[in-house]
């Protein structure tokens, strides 16, 4: 089965003019979740990676699993005020507006190996403020991994610097 299919596109959301990548159709198909989480373990398993850093919210569905498959831990990127310890925050540009991300001050140490996993690279915005946070944490990001990849929208350009995998591009 290709996963492609079971990505569902929704236009006009969440405002007019965008044209969402609905990934649920594809994580209540038990074949196709098992075969998407798959293509990121076979990519990434024995390379070493500490932890894998899934961006909320639907970061952590496909993050949890691959932490867990590859042998390394969870760490989760949060929306503002939801994480009850220290913490690092850096604000970042949407298509469609602005936000900010928080991590867990003590959440990686210097030099500790890690994958960024979110659903869909778009503008690039979450995940190039994740590698900031990242950063100032000190981390060695190996590589972002994203399910789907809208290519007109260049997100490469923000996080250049490292490795970057996607596995369906539109």
């Known amino acids: 089965m290709e996963i492609e299919a079971l990505i ?8 007019p003019g965008i044209l969402f990548r609905d990934i ?3 994580l209540k198909d038990k074949q196709g979740f098992r075969q998407a989480i798959d293509l990121f373990v076979e990519r990434f398993i024995g390379r070493g990676i ?12 496909l993050a949890a699993p ?11 990127v949060r929306k503002p005020g939801k ?4 913490r690092l925050t850096e604000e970042y540009a949407l298509e469609y507006g602005s936000n900010s991300l928080e991590i867990h001050a003590d959440a990686i140490g210097k030099g500790e190996r890690v994958l960024v996993v979110d659903d869909v690279l778009a503008t690039g915005g979450t995940a190039g403020a994740t590698a900031r946070l990242l950063e100032r944490l000190g981390a060695s990001v190996e590589a972002f991994a994203f399910l789907v990849e809208l290519t007109a929208l260049r997100g ?4 250049a610097g490292a490795p970057i995998v996607s596995f369906v591009s539109y």
Do not use: S
């Not at 929704?10 to 405002?15: A, G, Q, S």
């Open 50 to 61: 500490d932890y894998v850093v899934g961006i909320e919210a639907r970061g952590y569905i």
């Open 83 to 86: 994480l009850p310890y220290d």
């Open 24 to 26: 649920t159709p594809l």
């Open 156 to 159: 490469r350009e923000a996080i």
């Open 8 to 15: 569902r596109a929704i236009p006009d959301f969440p405002i």
């Open 66 to 76: 691959i932490a867990y498959a590859i042998g390394a831990g969870f760490i989760p």
